[in-house]
């Protein structure tokens, strides 16, 4: 049976999850997960508005966890997010995916969590130098075919593009995520001067999941531990 670790957390507290599944990680694993968590940046995000193509969601998840953000935000008034397993190989398990019926609750969410919002759009006047990083942001896209709707334009706060100085003048979505946040990312690190941004509830809660990914029978195990 499926185990769903959210509800572990909220069941025994990340603290608790770390204390008992600790023994049963190796030192490597251990060292691993730490190093990553120091890397991680909640700071920025992406959500994506109808995206049609399984491979390119598939591509987007496995762009982001290897650039370091924890969340991925997908607003499904149409179509719902997916992506291939076969082309994730695994990445979507250290990511959280959040899902909203429509883009008015997905805005409402990062707004209330301080994220100002930038819809990524084609022949926007500015580009990706004016994302302001020393706060949190979050870079809108639209599906492959119609890109964004007017209604998720209008509830950003700027639009920006992806520079282009070839004959081409698109890019595929997935590539322009990737392109997108890589260089966000780059500036957000330097300008912190460190590589992540989490605080250390963030870190325990991620740390709980992580232990739990990486040990079988964790409910059990909690279950035992408690009685």
């Known amino acids: 049976m499926k ?16 204390e008992v599944l600790r023994p049963y990680l190796t030192e490597e694993r251990v060292q691993r997960i730490e190093q990553v968590l120091a890397s991680r940046l909640s700071g920025l995000t992406v959500a994506i ?7 390119n969601g598939a591509a987007v998840v496995r762009s982001l966890e290897a650039v370091g953000l924890t969340t991925l935000h997908v607003a499904e008034p149409v179509e719902q997010f997916q992506f291939s397993p076969a082309v994730t190989i695994g990445a979507e398990k250290w ?28 022949n926007a006047t500015a580009d990706l130098e004016s994302v302001d990083v020393s706060k949190p942001a979050v870079l809108v ?15 950003c706060d700027a639009q920006v593009g992806v520079p282009m100085y070839g004959f081409t003048q698109s890019l595929n979505l ?10 966000l990312a780059a500036r957000r690190r330097a300008l912190l001067g460190q590589p992540g941004d989490l605080d250390e509830q963030e870190r325990a809660v991620l740390r709980a999941r992580w232990y739990s990914l990486s040990v079988r029978g964790v409910g059990a195990i909690l279950e035992r531990a408690v009685s």
């Open 141 to 155: 896209f639209g599906n492959e075919h119609e890109g964004l709707s007017q209604r998720a334009i209008d509830a």
């Open 174 to 183: 997935s590539v322009s995520v990737a392109v997108a946040m890589f260089q």
């Open 95 to 122: 990511m959280r995916i959040l899902r909203h019926q429509g883009f008015s609750s997905c805005a409402s969410i990062l707004r209330g969590a301080g994220f100002r919002m930038y819809a990524a759009v084609a």
């Open 49 to 55: 508005e109808n995206l049609h193509d399984p491979h």
């Open 3 to 18: 185990v769903n670790i959210d509800q572990l957390i909220r069941q025994y507290g990340p603290d608790r999850i770390i």
